[in-house]
């Protein structure tokens, strides 16, 4: 496998950083090169991510869940999305609420339920989710679908999937079929779908604020092992879509090998496959080093933690010809 | 999983449990599919998906019920029918603190009724409701009529409830 992983030279600026905030100096030294603000970057990845709520439209709506919550003591905040709301109280666990056993609402992040509302989908239509468990993106795609048309939902783990279908029931979500299935293999399925997610495997880097653990525990090798396979789903992934169809391909990770660099190859192979543009984020980068990108790829999104209060994720909304 | 179209003997069975239950025209025109894996569940199937089945999927569409001597609701089953069907006699409504409990799988004490039907019987199939008319859990009668409603016994035997997806999954 070729070596992909860019390295930066170290600066005082990123050691300082790497010793101050416990990460390895190569990875600082990379957020260099593209983050903006990297103080309040760093400073924000200390702090526990914000918690939303998506309201689950399937069985309740969100003035419904405003205010049951907020007589239990919750502070909502609606966000740009108008499903999801910001957790800014909680006197309780989200996850123990009656509401929450009755599926009324998913604890799902902001970039997370932004990467289906990028699959702008709609009734009747058929969406295949290529890396589905454990079934977030899933349930709010139904939830937009108003649970007609049809889901594949590919997840390949048996525990996984069986996590998946809880969350699938306790949804109400009725117009999904889950494949134990590897995206790789989505070929087999010998159909083309209106929209098609991907939410790839990654190296999680955007999550680090959740597990710290990533500060140093994934290398440069390991952000090239994402990005092999990467390219492999998203070249299965875009194969999927029917003509007209949209293609989302989003990630939770920072690492530019993982998000413009995969994207930018796919546009290389295929000269009908464009990047629209999606409404929230930062723009994609169009050069990381010495690397340059397609034009194109400034209409994807990057969401920063400390910029848009949501985990870090990369999304690219893909018009396939 | 191996799923297959319900047989014309099922399909009877089905429909007269979903009139039981108040759902039958929610449910005309979907399609419902069963699995057999020592026992028999029905799916709500998503339009459509004939292709699919042949690929024997994990799952296909949404369990509302398991198949016996009678069609017995799963939680998600009673979800539907209680927010789609036409509530009837064999639904039983109970206070706050009786929510608590059934959702931690707890019985239903007599006093925590609020609503019951007069000519509900004793070992009956029932979906228990909060306040809301929400469906909560799924429970079988101990007494007949008022005396469902008396005090400091257990007159509802909670068979499942929405508590289980998490207690389940964790």
Same mark, same amino acid.
């Given at each position: 496998?070729?070596?992909?992983?860019?390295?930066?030279?170290?600066?005082?600026?990123?050691?300082?950083?790497?010793?101050?905030?416990?990460?390895?100096?190569?990875?600082?030294?990379?957020?260099?090169?593209?983050?903006?603000?990297?103080?309040?970057?760093?400073?924000?990845?200390?702090?526990?991510?914000?918690?939303?709520?998506?309201?689950?439209?399937?069985?309740?709506?969100?003035?419904?869940?405003?205010?049951?919550?907020?007589?239990?003591?919750?502070?909502?905040?609606?966000?740009?999305?108008?499903?999801?709301?910001?957790?800014?109280?909680?006197?309780?666990?989200?996850?123990?609420?009656?509401?929450?056993?009755?599926?009324?609402?998913?604890?799902?992040?902001?970039?997370?339920?932004?990467?289906?509302?990028?699959?702008?989908?709609?009734?009747?239509?058929?969406?295949?989710?290529?890396?589905?468990?454990?079934?977030?993106?899933?349930?709010?795609?139904?939830?937009?679908?108003?649970?007609?048309?049809?889901?594949?939902?590919?997840?390949?783990?048996?525990?996984?999937?069986?996590?998946?279908?809880?969350?699938?029931?306790?949804?109400?979500?009725?117009?999904?079929?889950?494949?134990?299935?590897?995206?790789?293999?989505?070929?087999?399925?010998?159909?083309?779908?209106?929209?098609?997610?991907?939410?790839?495997?990654?190296?999680?880097?955007?999550?680090?604020?959740?597990?710290?653990?990533?500060?140093?525990?994934?290398?440069?090798?390991?952000?090239?092992?994402?990005?092999?396979?990467?390219?492999?789903?998203?070249?299965?992934?875009?194969?999927?879509?029917?003509?007209?169809?949209?293609?989302?391909?989003?990630?939770?990770?920072?690492?530019?090998?993982?998000?413009?660099?995969?994207?930018?190859?796919?546009?290389?192979?295929?000269?009908?496959?464009?990047?629209?543009?999606?409404?929230?984020?930062?723009?994609?980068?169009?050069?990381?080093?010495?690397?340059?990108?397609?034009?194109?790829?400034?209409?994807?999104?990057?969401?920063?933690?400390?910029?848009?209060?949501?985990?870090?994720?990369?999304?690219?909304?893909?018009?396939?010809? | 999983?191996?799923?297959?179209?319900?047989?014309?003997?099922?399909?009877?069975?089905?429909?007269?449990?979903?009139?039981?239950?108040?759902?039958?025209?929610?449910?005309?025109?979907?399609?419902?599919?069963?699995?057999?894996?020592?026992?028999?569940?029905?799916?709500?199937?998503?339009?459509?998906?004939?292709?699919?089945?042949?690929?024997?999927?994990?799952? %296909? =569409?949404?369990?509302?019920?398991?198949?016996? +001597?009678?069609? &017995?609701?799963?939680?998600?089953? @009673?979800?539907?029918?209680? $927010?789609?069907?036409?509530?009837?006699?064999?639904?039983?409504?109970?206070?706050?603190?009786?929510?608590?409990?059934?959702?931690?799988?707890?019985?239903?004490?007599?006093?925590?009724?609020?609503?019951?039907?007069?000519?509900?019987?004793?070992?009956?199939?029932?979906?228990?409701?909060?306040?809301?008319?929400?469906?909560?859990?799924?429970?079988?009668?101990?007494? %007949? =009529?008022?005396?469902?409603?008396?005090?400091? +016994?257990?007159? &509802?035997?909670?068979?499942?409830? @929405?508590?289980?997806?998490? $207690?389940?999954?964790?």
């Amino acid at each position: 496998m070729p070596a992909l992983t860019l390295i930066f030279p170290e600066s005082e600026e990123s050691a300082d950083l790497a010793a101050r905030y416990g990460y390895d100096r190569w990875l600082v030294s990379r957020f260099r090169e593209y983050v903006p603000a990297i103080q309040d970057f760093m400073d924000k990845m200390e702090k526990a991510p914000t918690q939303y709520i998506r309201v689950n439209t399937l069985k309740t709506s969100r003035a419904e869940v405003e205010g049951r919550l907020r007589s239990k003591g919750f502070g909502l905040k609606r966000t740009e999305i108008p499903e999801t709301l910001m957790v800014e109280k909680a006197p309780m666990s989200a996850g123990a609420t009656n509401e929450y056993l009755l599926g009324h609402y998913y604890i799902q992040d902001l970039s997370s339920c932004m990467a289906v509302d990028a699959l702008d989908i709609s009734e009747n239509q058929d969406a295949l989710d290529v890396a589905a468990a454990p079934g977030g993106k899933t349930t709010f795609m139904a939830q937009r679908m108003s649970n007609t048309g049809q889901i594949i939902a590919l997840e390949p783990d048996g525990k996984r999937a069986r996590s998946m279908s809880f969350n699938l029931a306790r949804c109400g979500v009725y117009n999904t079929c889950i494949l134990k299935m590897n995206g790789l293999q989505a070929e087999k399925l010998q159909s083309k779908f209106d929209r098609v997610l991907l939410d790839a495997p990654c190296s999680c880097e955007g999550v680090i604020s959740k597990d710290a653990t990533r500060k140093t525990s994934h290398t440069p090798e390991d952000v090239d092992f994402c990005s092999s396979r990467q390219d492999k789903l998203i070249a299965v992934a875009a194969r999927m879509v029917k003509p007209g169809g949209i293609l989302v391909y989003s990630t939770c990770s920072f690492a530019p090998e993982e998000n413009e660099m995969v994207v930018d190859r796919l546009l290389q192979k295929s000269i009908n496959i464009s990047v629209e543009p999606t409404k929230y984020g930062s723009s994609g980068l169009t050069r990381f080093g010495d690397a340059v990108f397609d034009p194109q790829l400034e209409n994807a999104r990057r969401l920063y933690p400390h910029l848009n209060d949501s985990t870090g994720f990369f999304i690219a909304r893909l018009r396939v010809g | 999983m191996t799923y297959r179209k319900p047989t014309r003997e099922e399909t009877t069975l089905i429909k007269r449990s979903l009139g039981r239950w108040g759902a039958f025209e929610f449910f005309e025109g979907k399609s419902l599919g069963i699995h057999e894996n020592g026992s028999k569940e029905v799916f709500l199937l998503p339009d459509d998906c004939e292709r699919v089945m042949q690929m024997q999927p994990y799952l %296909a =569409g949404l369990t509302i019920g398991e198949l016996k +001597k009678q069609f &017995v609701p799963s939680m998600a089953g @009673a979800d539907l029918f209680a $927010r789609f069907g036409k509530r009837n006699e064999f639904y039983i409504t109970v206070n706050e603190k009786a929510e608590k409990l059934v959702l931690y799988g707890r019985d239903v004490m007599g006093e925590s009724i609020v609503e019951a039907s007069g000519v509900l019987g004793e070992n009956e199939l029932v979906i228990i409701l909060n306040c809301r008319l929400e469906a909560i859990g799924i429970g079988r009668t101990r007494f %007949a =009529g008022r005396l469902l409603l008396q005090i400091g +016994k257990i007159t &509802v035997t909670t068979l499942m409830d @929405a508590g289980y997806y998490l $207690r389940e999954e964790g």
